[in-house]
């Protein structure tokens, strides 16, 4: 599985054709957003790309951060999910 660390929201173009690239290849792909990386969730083109991920989720304290009470539309999780998904990763590649 590749994760993609999404730290940068200037980096929707490249996170959505990774994803697309990597379900072309049949390569699972899973994110994690954090920091201002969680404001990329506020792109169509990257929420479209992210259905297809085995596995999306967003730090939820930078969430509230930066997004304030707004709906999250991923997986809520932490730091300690982060790591998990780092464990499992066969590629990490940070955005």
Known sequence: MMLLVVTRPDSSQ????LIRACVRLDQKVSCFFTN???LALDN???LDAVQ???E???CM?????FMGEA??????GSQTHHSR???????????
């Open 14 to 17: 490249i996170l959505a054709n």
């Open 36 to 38: 201002d990386g969680v």
């Open 44 to 46: 169509k083109t990257v």
């Open 52 to 54: 297809s991920t085995e």
């Open 56 to 58: 999306a989720t967003v």
């Open 61 to 65: 304290e930078s969430w509230r951060t």
């Open 71 to 76: 709906a999250c539309p991923v997986q809520e």
């Open 85 to 95: 998904l780092v464990a499992e990763a066969t590629a990490i590649v940070s955005l």
